[in-house]
């Protein structure tokens, strides 16, 4: 079955979280119990999307491309092998392409039918990706969408959105910020977020760096 076709609108019930955890937990020690899930597999996979899957990678991807140009080519080049070149892989990261910001150009990502996302390198998707509004407006009025997010850009600024499908994924290689020439690898990684990869938001300024 794909993504797209496991999405459906359900109607929603008014469930508090304790319930939702306890209906989890019931399941799973079901599934555990008549033997169609291993409890270890199941932990292993919590544990990689908790804690080693997240935008982090996407991050150490992006700091890589601002500081070494042979990379950045083989990263717009092919972002699949690029990104998996750095130990990044796996579902949902099958088919990467990398957009770049420049001056002229800025690039957003949607997925207009559901929520398809590129988990290898951002993890899971926040909540307002997968909202109906986001994905309407992305694609009708970008620079409304972007301008509620808080990146005003210039009238000659050419937004560029593009529909993240469950055959290729998206991610926003951001304008390295100015002043940051002298950074750390590690210090670059940290101005980079969820949401500039996205292409909601601009990569952190040099001066809010803690
Ligand atoms: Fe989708």
């Known amino acids: 079955m794909s993504e797209h076709e496991g999405e459906r609108e359900y109607p929603h019930h008014h469930d508090g979280p304790c319930d939702i955890e306890q209906r ?11 033997g169609l899930v291993d409890a270890a597999a199941m932990d292993e996979l919590v ?9 982090r990678n996407g991050a150490q991807v992006v700091a890589r491309a601002w500081t ?5 080519q083989r990263l717009l080049a092919d972002a699949t092998s690029a990104i998996r070149e750095m130990g990044y892989a796996g579902r949902q990261g099958e088919h990467m392409r990398v957009v770049e910001n ?8 949607v997925c207009t039918l559901c929520s398809c996302y590129p988990w290898p390198v951002l993890g899971l998707p926040p909540t307002w990706y997968k909202a109906s509004s986001y994905r309407a407006r992305a694609v009708r009025k970008p620079h409304v969408a972007l301008a509620e997010f808080g990146v005003i850009l210039g009238r000659d600024v050419e937004v560029r959105v593009w529909d993240s499908t469950a055959e290729i994924r998206y991610l926003v290689l951001p304008k390295r910020p100015r002043g940051s020439e002298n950074l750390s690898a590690e210090q670059l990684a940290r101005l980079v977020t969820r949401d500039c990869m996205i292409g909601v938001a601009l990569a952190m300024p040099v001066a809010d760096l803690k």
Request: net charge negative; hydrophobic share 25%; charged share 30%.
């Open 24 to 34: 989890v937990k019931s399941l799973e020690n079901l599934l555990i119990e008549k």
């Open 102 to 109: 420049t001056e002229q150009v800025h690039n957003m990502v």
């Open 68 to 72: 070494d140009p042979q990379y950045k």
């Open 47 to 55: 544990d990689t999307y908790e804690n080693r899957v997240g935008p």
